[in-house]
């Protein structure tokens, strides 16, 4: 039947519906390490060294007769440790013509597409600060930093696969830092997956929520526990960490002994344009930098535990 024009068969003449808002909803914000950890001294050598030094506490003692002359003992040395820089980079190209149009939020495309480049390496930051494992590297092979899962080497505990994370586990890790270090020095930070803070969550009084956390540069809703030996702990989630069942990790820290050291004078991220060799923009954002640990008797890694939140 005759019906003059509808918009079934005037399709072609109609405007499209296009919303002028795109809401990018990738997780790559949840960036605690690469926003919170200090920046140290620049790193000079691609191969950055610092010392250390620890004394274990004396468990015995040796009275001395008297008129007994002084004997000395040979003293404590310092150690030397190191990590790797390693370089890391989000490369953007766009066509002349693709870079001149705006998108459909009528942002600059080019501009745009830098804001996302900075986030992913954000992200790539945040993942090899997590999970770096290093490689020393060689021509045409890249060199990789060491993580904070692998620059825990001391006190490290494998769970039998499945093993519940109870609140006496959450002690046990706490002890294991009180144990090696000075009382101003224990872990003072878990991180952890999701399904361990959830699990936490249901401790019971020791668990608050942390209202004095607006100073960092947080995404999340952060709690602290109030350990047995009485260092109290923030506990954050976190997506770079293992979840996989039988290496389901978490990392009780003590923050201020890690740091990002940036390879002196063009280490920090920073954006520069390649050369131009065709009809298109290109450039990438890089950084060269490394983890440093001061000291990682205070920190804590265990592995093993149940991979789902438990009933």
């Known amino acids: 039947m005759a019906f003059g024009k509808h918009t079934y068969h005037s399709a072609n003449e109609l405007r499209e519906s296009l919303l002028d808002i795109l809401k ?6 949840d960036n605690y390490f690469t926003s919170n950890l ?5 790193a000079i050598q691609t191969h950055h060294e610092w010392n250390l030094f620890h004394e274990a506490r004396a468990t015995s003692v040796d009275a001395e007769i008297e008129g ?42 080019l501009s745009v597409e830098k804001e996302r480049a900075l ?8 993942y090899a600060t997590v999970r770096g494992d290093s490689a020393v590297g060689s021509s045409g092979v890249a060199r990789e930093m060491a993580g904070l ?12 696969s499945g093993t519940s994370f109870t609140e006496t586990e959450f ?25 361990i803070k959830r699990r936490i969550a249901t401790f019971g009084t020791n668990v608050t929520r942390n209202v004095e956390a607006f100073d960092k540069k947080l995404t999340q809703e952060v709690r602290v526990y109030d350990s047995d030996v009485g260092q109290t702990v923030k ?9 996989t069942a039988g ?65």
């Open 24 to 29: 990018d909803i990738s997780p790559n914000e």
């Open 247 to 311: 290496s389901l990790c978490v990392l009780g820290l003590r923050e201020s002994l890690f740091e990002h050291s940036f390879l002196v004078n063009s280490g920090e991220p920073h954006w520069e344009e390649r050369a131009k060799s065709g009809d298109f923009k290109a450039g990438v954002y890089i950084t060269e930098f490394t983890l440093v640990s001061y000291n990682q008797y205070a920190s804590v890694k265990r592995t093993g535990y149940a991979s789902q939140l438990e009933t």
């Open 171 to 195: 002690n046990d890790l706490v002890q294991d830092s009180w144990d090696q270090v000075g009382s101003s020095y224990v872990m003072d930070l878990l991180a952890c997956p999701v399904v």
């Open 68 to 109: 007994a002359e002084t004997s000395y003992p040979d003293l404590q040395a310092e150690t030397r440790s190191s990590n790797y820089t390693v370089i890391l980079d989000a490369p953007v190209k766009l066509s002349r013509t693709r870079a001149s149009i705006a998108n459909v939020t009528g942002e600059d495309a």
């Open 119 to 126: 986030r992913r390496l954000k992200s790539e930051m945040e």
């Open 38 to 42: 200090g920046v140290g001294g620049p």
């Open 235 to 243: 506990i954050i989630a976190h997506k770079d960490l293992r979840t």
């Open 149 to 160: 899962e692998m620059v825990i080497s001391s006190n490290v505990t494998a769970r039998n």
